[in-house]
C-alpha cells in the first residue's frame, strides 16, 4: 500500500476533524499550534507536569509574548529519524492490525482543542484497494537514550505521567479509547505499553486548558515557579533596556539575597561531591548504590568525561 493511499485513509476515525499532514517546526504546524489552542504536547505543561515546558513560558506564548523558538535538538532530530524503524517494530509485532500516519487533528466542538498522534491504528486490508474499517486506536512512537522513568515492558503505569497526558487528550480529541507505545531505549531495549482513555482525567484536563486560556484571554499570567524555562521567559521579557534604579520589595530582596548565598554553598559541595563521584567510578559507566543507578557518565571519544548526568 502506497504511503498516499494511507494518508488518505487516516480521515476514518469515529470524531475529531483532520486538520492536515503537518512537519513538525514548520510554519504550517507552527501556525495550527499558535494562538488560543491547547495541543496533546502542551496539556502536561498546563497542568504542570511537563519536563520541557513550565506553565509560566506556556502562558506567554499563548499571549503572544516573546518565548524560545523550537529549537531541533540531536534528541529531536533522532527520535523523528527512528520514528519509522520503531513503528514498523510494533507492526511487526501486531500482525492484522496496520499503523498509518494520522496527521494534526482538532476536536469536532472544541476547535481549540488540538492534537497530532503518530500514527492512528487500524483493522489491516486484505489488499490495497480495501477502505479500513474506524480506527481503532492510536500508537504513540518514542525514543529514550536512557529509560529511567519508563516502567517494565507493559506495566499498567510503566508510561511517564506528562506522555500520559498527552495521549488522554489525543484519544479525547479524537474520540478513541486506547493508546498502544513502541518505546526504543539506549537504541536497543524495545517495550510497549498501554494507556485506556479516562474519562475522569480527560475531564480533569479540560477543565485546567479552559481556565488556562481564560487566564490568557484576561491577561493574569500564572506564578513564577522554579523551573529553568521559566527564568528563561522571564530575561527574554523585556523590550529596551533603561538605566534608573528600581526599589525592590522587602521579600523579593531577601530571598534572592539569602537564597543566592545558600545557592553558592550548596553549589560548592554539590561540586566536591560531583569530583568524588566521578573518581570513584572510574572508566565505568553506570554509577550504582544497592542496585540502583544514581548516575551515569557521558565519554567523549578519548574516554575523558564529557558530562556526569544524575540518573531521573
Known amino acids: 500500500m502506497s504511503t498516499e493511499t494511507t494518508a488518505k485513509q487516516t480521515s476514518t476515525v469515529p470524531d475529531g476533524i483532520l486538520i492536515g499532514h503537518l512537519t513538525p517546526g514548520t510554519a504550517a504546524w507552527e501556525e495550527a499550534r499558535t494562538g488560543l489552542t491547547i495541543t496533546a504536547t502542551e496539556i502536561a505543561a498546563v497542568v504542570g507536569l511537563s519536563p520541557w515546558m513550565s506553565r509560566f513560558t506556556l502562558w506567554h506564548k499563548k499571549a503572544g509574548l516573546p518565548t524560545a523558538p523550537f529549537e531541533m535538538t540531536p534528541a529531536i532530530e533522532w527520535g523523528n529519524r527512528l520514528e519509522d524503524a520503531v513503528a514498523d517494530k510494533w507492526q511487526d509485532e501486531h500482525p492484522g492490525l496496520l499503523a498509518a500516519p494520522a496527521g494534526t487533528w482538532r476536536h469536532r466542538e472544541r476547535e481549540w482543542q488540538r492534537a497530532t498522534p503518530d500514527r492512528l491504528i487500524y483493522p489491516q486490508p486484505t489488499n490495497e484497494f480495501d477502505v479500513p474499517e474506524q480506527g481503532v486506536g492510536l500508537l504513540e512512537v518514542k525514543t529514550s537514550p536512557f529509560g ?60 485546567a486548558a479552559e481556565r488556562f486560556l481564560d487566564d490568557v484571554r484576561q491577561g493574569v499570567p500564572p506564578e513564577i515557579d522554579s523551573s529553568e524555562q521559566t527564568y528563561s521567559t522571564i530575561r527574554l521579557q523585556p523590550d529596551r533596556y533603561d538605566p534608573v534604579d528600581v526599589e525592590i520589595p522587602g521579600p523579593i530582596a531577601s530571598d534572592y539575597e539569602v537564597i543566592g548565598a545558600q545557592y553558592k554553598a550548596v553549589g560548592e559541595q554539590y561540586t566536591q561531591a560531583k569530583s568524588r563521584l566521578l573518581a570513584a567510578l572510574g572508566t565505568g559507566k553506570n554509577a550504582m548504590h544497592l542496585g540502583r543507578r544514581i548516575a551515569y557518565r557521558v565519554a567523549n571519544e578519548d574516554g575523558t568525561t564529557k558530562q556526569l548526568q544524575p540518573a531521573r
Open 148 to 207: 529511567d522513568e519508563w516502567g517494565p515492558s507493559g506495566a499498567e503505569d510503566g508510561v511517564p505521567v506528562w506522555y500520559r497526558c498527552q495521549v488522554i487528550w489525543q484519544m479525547d480529541v479524537l474520540g478513541l479509547r486506547r493508546t498502544d507505545f513502541a518505546v526504543l531505549i539506549s537504541g536497543h531495549d524495545y517495550r510497549e505499553y498501554v494507556v485506556e482513555y479516562d474519562e475522569t482525567d480527560a475531564a480533569i484536563l479540560r477543565d
